[in-house]
């Protein structure tokens, strides 16, 4: 075999997760479950989904291979329909899941494919997922009629003819902007591919995006602002740009691309993210007098989804000490026109000496933010030389000071008084 991964590192790598990259030679065990149509026939509730196993790659060249895995194992004759490029993300982080396709008892008309003996068993349909949001494929699989056929092996030699596969199954955006939602589909031989996109958005709101009829070749928009390039579908792409998004269009669309009675689907969920403006009413030097009282005010503006944590902190100069909330009051979230909102955060504060050098620093965290913005003010604040205390403090001492002139001079005078004795 011509690899640069040997299939011991192949399936290590599976395991423990690395950065073996992936040659188109290379034989690449998926583990998957395998959804049974099967009822218990106690309860009539589904059984639990079996491990299985996807074995594709490898070119002619894996005859050799041992492919005795636990469990149920489809291996997948090579084809033009071919999920690798997907797996250089790493299969670590793949979520894999097979099911027989219900064809509704309807022979499917595949060129080269020849389901005659079991309809019922002949089509699977697996799809493979990223956790991380990198992509999202659906495969259709047909049985080989060649397999020479045993009730107890679970050992099925299958050809992949249809996928159907996006890229952005999770996209954020900002207002305004414009978003190529992808969609993209591979077909074992030419075909004429019907493609639909549907909108699903909060509460019941449901509705056609538009609809291409493979075999009349007509394009039908049912909204504004949106496009699909129909010669792209020669290249098997049927991908939707969403011009100037709004919070309207925030939900899922579905793309669905159909090839003889085989309907595929993938699922894109949009979502606005609109970072907040932070304002502030001070500058980040305040010289205050002692006594003084002052209002300090952050805004965040203009920012989506509504969720919103703002804080004002209170740090001292050159300490270890983690910084001390303050107690601060919010305004109400303001919404604007454009579904964004607004908040502010502030308190009042009376200057006192101690607090000279202090900053008061606020903290802004949102999901459209990858770390907190901070602003942070510096306080500088001055003895006040008119203020009561400063008086008081003044009397007191001068009131000490004449007692203790007052003692001294009795003192002394007693003294003297006593030396005659
Ligand atoms: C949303 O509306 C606010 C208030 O009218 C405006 O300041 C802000 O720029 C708008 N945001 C976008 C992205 O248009």
Same mark, same amino acid.
């Given at each position: 075999?011509?690899?640069?991964?040997?299939?011991?590192?192949?399936?290590?790598?599976?395991?423990?997760?690395?950065?073996?990259?992936?040659?188109?030679?290379?034989?690449?065990?998926?583990?998957?479950?395998?959804?049974?149509?099967?009822?218990?026939?106690?309860?009539?509730?589904?059984?639990?989904?079996?491990?299985?196993?996807?074995?594709?790659?490898?070119?002619?060249?894996?005859?050799?291979?041992?492919?005795?895995?636990?469990?149920?194992?489809?291996?997948?004759?090579?084809?033009?329909?071919?999920?690798?490029?997907?797996?250089? #993300?790493?299969?670590?982080?793949?979520?894999?899941?097979?099911?027989?396709?219900?064809?509704?008892?309807?022979?499917?008309? #595949?060129?080269?494919?020849?389901?005659?003996?079991?309809?019922?068993?002949?089509?699977?349909?697996?799809?493979?997922?990223?956790?991380?949001?990198?992509?999202?494929?659906?495969?259709?699989?047909?049985?080989?009629?060649?397999?020479?056929?045993?009730?107890?092996?679970?050992?099925?030699?299958?050809?992949?003819?249809?996928?159907?596969?996006?890229?952005?199954?999770?996209?954020?955006?900002?207002?305004?902007?414009?978003?190529?939602?992808?969609?993209?589909?591979?077909?074992?031989?030419?075909?004429?591919?019907?493609?639909?996109?549907?909108?699903?958005?909060?509460?019941?709101?449901?509705?056609?995006?538009?609809?291409?009829?493979?075999?009349?070749?007509?394009?039908?928009?049912? #909204?504004?602002?949106?496009?699909?390039?129909?010669?792209?579908?020669?290249?098997?792409?049927?991908?939707?740009?969403?011009?100037?998004?709004?919070?309207?269009?925030?939900?899922?669309?579905?793309?669905?691309?159909?090839?003889?009675?085989?309907?595929?689907?993938?699922?894109?969920?949009?979502?606005?993210?609109?970072?907040?403006?932070?304002?502030?009413?001070?500058?980040?030097?305040?010289?205050?007098?002692?006594?003084?009282?002052?209002?300090?005010?952050?805004?965040?503006?203009?920012?989506?989804?509504?969720?919103?944590?703002?804080? #004002?902190?209170?740090?001292?100069?050159?300490?270890?000490?983690?910084?001390?909330?303050?107690?601060?009051?919010?305004?109400?979230?303001?919404?604007?026109?454009?579904?964004?909102?607004?908040?502010?955060?502030?308190?009042?504060?009376?200057?006192?000496?101690?607090?000279?050098?202090?900053?008061?620093?606020?903290?802004?965290?949102?999901?459209?933010?990858?770390?907190?913005?901070?602003?942070?003010?510096?306080?500088?604040?001055?003895?006040?030389?008119?203020?009561?205390?400063?008086?008081?403090?003044?009397?007191?001492?001068?009131?000490?000071?004449?007692?203790?002139?007052?003692?001294?001079?009795?003192?002394?005078?007693?003294?003297?008084?006593?030396?005659?004795?």
């Amino acid at each position: 075999m011509e690899s640069d991964c040997p299939i011991s590192l192949i399936l290590f790598v599976l395991f423990i997760g690395g950065n073996c990259s992936i040659e188109e030679t290379a034989v690449i065990k998926l583990p998957c479950l395998y959804g049974s149509p099967q009822h218990n026939l106690l309860d009539n509730q589904p059984l639990p989904p079996n491990t299985a196993w996807v074995v594709l790659g490898g070119g002619q060249d894996r005859k050799g291979e041992n492919l005795d895995f636990e469990g149920i194992t489809f291996i997948l004759k090579d084809s033009p329909v071919n999920l690798t490029p997907f797996l250089k #993300w790493g299969l670590e982080d793949l979520k894999c899941d097979i099911t027989p396709y219900f064809t509704a008892d309807t022979q499917i008309l #595949w060129p080269g494919v020849t389901n005659t003996d079991n309809v019922v068993d002949s089509w699977y349909i697996y799809t493979v997922k990223h956790n991380g949001g990198k992509f999202s494929a659906a495969t259709f699989l047909t049985k080989l009629s060649e397999t020479p056929e045993k009730k107890e092996d679970d050992k099925h030699h299958v050809l992949a003819t249809f996928m159907l596969s996006t890229r952005t199954p999770r996209v954020y955006a900002r207002l305004m902007d414009n978003v190529l939602l992808d969609c993209a589909f591979t077909v074992d031989h030419r075909a004429d591919v019907s493609v639909s996109w549907n909108y699903r958005g909060r509460g019941r709101q449901e509705g056609k995006i538009l609809s291409y009829n493979g075999a009349t070749k007509m394009l039908q928009y049912n #909204w504004k602002g949106v496009s699909m390039q129909v010669e792209e579908l020669e290249n098997g792409y049927a991908s939707l740009l969403l011009r100037n998004v709004a919070l309207k269009s925030e939900g899922l669309f579905i793309c669905t691309v159909s090839v003889a009675s085989l309907f595929a689907e993938q699922q894109i969920h949009l979502q606005i993210k609109e970072r907040p403006n932070v304002k502030l009413n001070v500058d980040s030097v305040v010289t205050l007098k002692e006594g003084d009282e002052r209002k300090f005010v952050y805004d965040a503006s203009n920012y989506y989804p509504l969720d919103v944590n703002m804080e #004002w902190l209170r740090e001292l100069p050159s300490t270890e000490l983690l910084p001390s909330l303050l107690n601060v009051i919010y305004s109400s979230h303001r919404k604007n026109h454009n579904g964004t909102y607004s908040l502010s955060c502030s308190f009042l504060y009376k200057a006192s000496l101690q607090d000279d050098g202090v900053t008061f620093t606020c903290r802004v965290e949102h999901e459209s933010l990858k770390k907190p913005i901070r602003n942070s003010v510096t306080l500088i604040v001055l003895p006040n030389d008119d203020s009561p205390v400063w008086m008081l403090a003044l009397v007191v001492s001068l009131i000490l000071l004449l007692l203790y002139c007052v003692i001294k001079y009795c003192t002394d005078r007693n003294t003297n008084k006593r030396k005659p004795y």
